[in-house]
């Protein structure tokens, strides 16, 4: 049994071949034996045998005991039962299998009687525990009529040995019912095996899928986007709906028996007419696994979006979801919009070209008007022969400002004003304003008070040109409208974020009014409150309506509040961001430390004070009289300034006014302020006519007090007065067709001193740049045979660097852009005003570089060394190996397309380009670095010009060579054989270019 042979047995104990616990157990059981009639029965254990296999056994024996009552032999059988135990334990765990398992389950007698079942056949047929279903007939798990079906089928099926199995319903103890799938097999033993499962919840998953399988359908028929889906298995035909079919122009037999997409598009090829469709196609046919979206055309006019979207479970490639929209529609409304957009644009550049055109044609003669009458108005006339002049000036600015309105309206209404954001004190803005309009209030005899804002405000960014435009406006049309009383301008900071800020600017009146009916029309172009008003004032009833505009560009708001004869209040609101720049703003050295005394019996006066004082960091000390200012004097005496507001007082008399007559302190200055000033002078005070401006009031006081007037609180308000400008030495080119306009401009400059040229036409003023050297080009725009722009290109072409700056009378929109592509330096707009003709003569940076050199005639002048040059020309030459060429594209760009004249350029550069270059080398040999340093620069700019970026840099970087301290030969030396090899291939692709315009 184990496999051992009897010599290997006797000596041993039996135990030893068991397994330990086994040992135990039998130990126990023998020891048990001796006490209870020394015999042991049936004893299962197990044994090993000599292969270390575990078998089982069940012994019988009995045990012998000498007198004391010890054991002295054991007899016994053992009998081999692992064929038994084996089957046992096997059917242990089938019964805990069917014991949790999920179905139920059920084991019943032929006659029906439930002998098991499990706790999942209790938990499904509501039941407490399976013991209570133990007995039962099976019947009583399933409605009556089911289970007289199952009777009959069971009958039938088992009397041949068969299962059987189906679907039914199931009842509850509780008598509900739920449907149920059973089956039915009988035992060796002739007992039946119930396996029931509930079919509840996969029921109505299975309704659930089968609702949404129809919605899905009913969706995927029914939308207008064709679906389409190909199985990566290509097992089952293409799934797709009519849509798609239609879309493709296709029938569903062509969908028939096909797997994937890819012969569809083989049947769209005829219908592919442009090389862009055939290409699309082709992409479509050669698709694998990729996602895709693509616009294909067909026939002549249909258009698909055709999009493939890959479908993967988790990693696994499972196809691809197609999906076809026809937007045939959508694109013929495109391109009628687009039609319809090109048309309008159209319009727009003709009435674009119409108001440029319109704009030159009336400021040109209007320019010469202007001027001629300013010349005339200073030449010696009399009394009549002046008034008539004068009278023309007037017309003549009435007619430039209906002009600008004119101008103004349409760029706004075709969006052409663009807002130029730059660094500017508010202040100066304001003060501006007030110099320029101060005069008419005075000449009506109107209090004009200006109230700044009450604090110091600082640099802010924005566009004071429209800003002013604005203030012009609004302030104009209120001396304009007002026949006695007054204007009040007040601005104030109402709210401040961060580095933002709010500003809000009042003007009011005591004029006219408008009325209530009037007040919904006042912003409405060419509309003015009553009809009477543009025959009684003038004008083009265009300003509130730009101002309007303007200041919504800006981001502000503009109101009005108004009266009939009771005036009017203008609101505007503006919201700002400071800047950085301290230009302007007032400093510590800038405070004013001598107190100021005012006496006023108005308080707006003092308002109007008090705020033009913020600048200064100085408090003003209102007072009653002058004797309050002695007595506050006496104890701490000091030179100080007392304001004495006499203006607008009615029947003032200097010898009645105790003020002026009051002792004061030595240092004590007054400054009487009066609407209309007189010879007189009364004990030493100085008379001030109010209005006055900001900058007229600080800078009174401060002469009083015998003090240096801090220039920096008006940086660029207090221009070098034109008496005192000399323009010696300056040779300046004049190009302009117009003979009137030659002579204004001609005598307006020679004025100065300067001596003026003058050129027809473009192509004249390049003749006349090649024999003689100007310090700076006048170069109207539109002129015969040669436009001004054209000729700064060829200028600039042969590496002149000269200040070229545009005379022009077009104002719309990209004008400057347009000039500073050509290469000029900017523009003077006509009408000219002689102040900034001469402002621009005096400030252009070579200008002020010839006045240098022409005042110290006898002086060495330092030589330009440019910091880190070397460094910067190093990393100029690395950077053009990688430049290209030439970029023709981008030259012909900034010549708006122009090709013939861009390769007319480019032959010119060739022209002088080598020859420039032969010179710069020649240079260089014999040490004349100024020589080779100009023609480098020559070249570096031509170069840029045309676009050449690489030649440009190359030689922009030999020049810088020659600008470090010390000056880098060896550099240049070494790179100008590869500089001029650059030029070469440069002038090699010009001619190539130029050839194929043959």
Known sequence: MLGYAEKDLVGRSFLDYMPPDDAVQMRKALKAAETEGQVFTKLAHRALTID????????????????????????????DVSEQERSKEQMQQLVIALQHASEAIVMTSHAGAILFANDSCARMFAYSGRERLIGSPWQQLYAPAEAQRFEAELATKLEVGDGFSGEGTGLRQDGTKFPVHFSFNRLPNGDLLWICRDESERLSTLMSLQTQNSLLTALIDNIRVGVMFEDASAQRGLLFNQTIARALGLDRAAFEGLQRANPLFNQLRPRCHSASSKAVLEQLIELKDARYNMLLDLDQDTYLVIDRIPVYVGAIYRGALWTIRDVSEQKRHERDMLEARHSAEAGDRAKSTFLANMSHEIRTPLNGICGMARILAEASLDHDAFEQVRAIQVSADSLLHVLNDILDFAKVEAGQVDLEIVDFDFAQVLDSVFTVLHGQATEKQ????????????????????????VLFNLIGNAIKFTATGGITVVSRIVSEVDDSLSLKLSISDTGIGISAEEMEHVFKPFNQADSSISRRFGGSGLGLSICRDLIQLMGGTLSVESKLEKGSEFIVELPFVRSDSTLGSSSVEQVLDCPVFIVTASDDFYRVVKTMFAYTG????????????????????????????????????????????????????????????????????????????????????YTQLGLQFPKELFQGYTPQPLSEVDLSGLRILLAEDNAINQKVTCITIERYGAVVDVAGNGREALEMVERCEYDLILMDIRMPEMDGEEACLRIRSRGM????????????????ERFIQAGMNGYLSKPLVEADLVNLLINNENVKVANDVAARANEDIEELVVPNAQAFANKLWEEAR????????????????????????????????????????????????NLASSRFHKLAGSAATICAKQASASFLSLEHSLLAEPADEASCKTRISECMDRLHTLCAEIKIIAASDE
């Not at 012909?892 to 010179?919: K, R, S, V, W």
């Open 446 to 469: 109107l209090r004009f008070d200006f109230i700044y804002p009450d604090v110091d405000i600082c640099m802010l960014k924005g566009d004071p040109r429209r800003l002013s435009e």
């Open 801 to 816: 660097t000269l200040p070229i700056y545009a005379l022009t009378a077009d104002a719309m929109k990209g004008a400057r």
């Open 618 to 701: 100085k408090r003003l000390v209102r007072v009653r009289d002058a004797a309050e200012v002695r007595t506050q004097l006496e104890s701490c005496p000091t030179d100080a300034v007392l304001l004495l507001d006499r203006a607008q007082q009615r029947d003032y008399d200097m010898t009645e006014d105790c003020d002026l007559k009051c002792p004061m302190p030595e240092g004590l200055k007054r400054v009487l302020i009066l609407d209309t000033i007189t010879d007189e002078n009364l004990s030493g005070a100085f008379l001030l006519a109010y209005p006055f401006s900001r900058y007229k009031l600080l800078n009174t006081i």
């Open 882 to 929: 990688e430049l290209p060429v030439l970029v023709l594209q981008e030259f012909h760009d900034l010549l708006d397309g122009e090709q013939a004249l861009a390769h007319t350029l480019l032959l010119e550069f060739n022209d002088f380009a080598i020859d420039c270059a032969q010179e710069a080398v020649v240079g260089l040999a014999a040490g004349d670095l």
């Open 52 to 79: 270390g296999e575990v078998v089982w056994q069940r012994s019988s024996g009995a045990l012998s005991l000498d007198a004391s009552g010890r054991v002295t032999i054991i007899r016994g059988a053992s009998l």
